[in-house]
């Protein structure tokens, strides 16, 4: 499946040149959860991703640098197994800080602004204060929450290939780096135009698209039910949390109970003892249930959540840019109206026009401040001659970045959705998983002591 001419992705973003096409060679194709390489047995769309090779990254190691000094830091060990051809090595490896991903991020949405870039966990400001950000505990769940950020980089077909990428596992002078690409990004610079000062201008926040797309707003829709369905699914895990948590608690002071009355009755002192004991275990798997299997859940679901926050914004950019066509077009059309009244106004014809009450007051005004004579309204008719030339321009430039944004867009949503099912199934197998074994190991537990309490008699 992996390396078929077939399945090169000859498409990396809207408005950044194509990628060379890359050759090659069969590869076996690793086996992991979730783990997607190719949709050509699928699907043969020209929206369709393709993968060109695997990726399969990983996190670990933290260890904090220049301990006992004011510079602190931690580093992590990111390691990569891959068969793309723009990596020189199969195996790559490096230390990077918590500085570096956000530099990755950053600079991957700017990059790529039809992509999905997956979001970093937050910063955790209480931490930074109190100085927890150096404990074990928050350095283990850090290096969790980053390793889900690079397995969606790898996972994704453009990204997976981006330069920036192969340098973060590659570059030992990775500090260099990031200033060449900040002296020079990949992609053009973005001069200010006549199209961004018009979005400055024209676009607000209650601006909305006119002719808007089926596709995009069946999307939409999609996204806010699966938003909905994750936020219920959080706040009802966090309840169940908590009644595990008040659970593990009750279970704690009945086995401290069952061994205080144990010593009250010293005939059946050692079966209330097992029982008491038996009691602990279960309150501890209770525990061990909520730290390895619930609370994982619950950071998933909520950086599965800010995930697509980072896919609806992509859809956002898409409706901007179809706005930004829309606005242009009506100003190029009230442009172009306005010439054609002078030009009629001129040449004799100004009732055949259609004047509106602006128009009208417009050319009161202009009679009052002297401004009427036809050498004005020609010097007009030239000023607008040369904005129309500059709004058509801008216009063609808008309708081609809005439909090449859009055929990206709907490339976007299949990556995304084949990354949101990989995540769930191994989400929720976790989960399974943790659950099967909580009840399996509570079950062997439960049965060894309900022949000791059968076997207790008590004389009345």
């Known amino acids: 499946m992996l390396g078929d001419d077939e399945d090169v992705f000859d498409s990396v973003t809207w408005e950044s040149p194509n990628s060379p096409t890359y050759a090659t060679e069969p590869t076996s ?13 699928t699907s043969e769309g020209p929206h369709d991703p393709k993968w060109e090779g695997y990726l399969i990254t990983s996190v670990k190691d933290p260890v904090k640098e220049l301990a006992e000094t004011k510079d602190i830091y931690v580093s992590y060990l990111v390691s990569a197994k891959t068969n793309l051809p723009i990596y020189s090595i199969t195996n790559p490896s490096a230390r990077r800080r918590f500085q570096d991903f956000v530099f990755l991020r950053e600079h991957l949405v700017k990059d790529f602004p039809a992509c999905v870039v997956p979001p970093l966990p937050d ?3 209480l931490e930074y204060l ?12 850090r290096r969790q929450d980053l390793h889900t950020f690079l397995q969606r980089l790898s996972r994704h077909p453009t990204l997976q290939r981006s330069a920036l990428v192969r340098a973060f596992f590659e570059s030992t002078e990775w500090h260099v780096h990031m200033h060449q690409h900040v002296a020079h990004p990949p992609g053009p610079e973005s001069n200010q135009g006549i199209i961004d000062n ?5 676009l607000n926040a209650f601006s909305r698209v ?8 069946s999307m939409r829709e999609g996204v806010d039910r699966f938003e909905e369905g994750l936020v219920t699914s959080e ?7 908590g009644r595990t948590s008040d659970l593990t608690a009750d279970y704690h002071d009945l086995a401290v109970a069952v061994q205080g009355l144990g010593f009250l009755e010293s005939g059946i002192t050692e079966p209330l003892n097992h029982f008491s004991n038996t009691l602990l275990e279960f309150s501890a798997l209770l525990r061990h249930l909520t730290q390895t299997t619930t609370d994982p859940f619950l950071i998933h679901l909520h950086s599965l959540l800010s995930y697509s926050h980072a896919n609806r914004a992509v859809l956002k950019l898409r409706d901007q840019k179809q706005l930004d066509f829309e606005e242009l077009s009506d100003y190029l059309s009230g442009v172009t109206a306005e010439r054609d009244r002078l030009s009629a106004i001129i040449s004799g014809h100004a009732g055949s026009s259609g004047l509106g009450i602006g128009s009208y007051l417009k050319d009161r005004v202009d009679a009052l401040r002297g401004a009427d004579d036809d050498r004005s309204r020609v010097e007009k008719m030239r000023k607008l001659d040369i904005k129309i030339k500059e709004l058509q321009d801008a216009v063609t430039t808008a309708h081609e970045t809005s439909d090449a944004f859009s055929d990206e867009t709907l490339r976007e949503q299949a990556v995304f959705q084949y990354a949101k099912e990989a995540e769930m199934k191994e989400m929720l197998s976790d989960l399974a998983t943790g659950q099967i074994e909580f009840y399996k190991t509570a079950m062997e537990e439960w049965e060894r002591i309900i022949p ?6 008590v004389d009345v």
């Open 130 to 141: 109190t100085g927890d950000r150096f404990s074990p505990e928050f350095m283990e769940r």
């Open 198 to 202: 018009l979005s400055d201008t024209l």
């Open 210 to 217: 006119r002719k808007p797309d089926e596709r995009f707003l």
């Open 29 to 41: 194709a690793p086996s992991g959860p979730g783990f997607k390489q190719s949709t050509a047995e």
């Open 123 to 125: 910063k955790h400001r």
């Open 452 to 457: 000791v309490i059968q076997r207790i008699r």
């Open 235 to 241: 706040r009802l895990w966090t309840r169940a949390r």
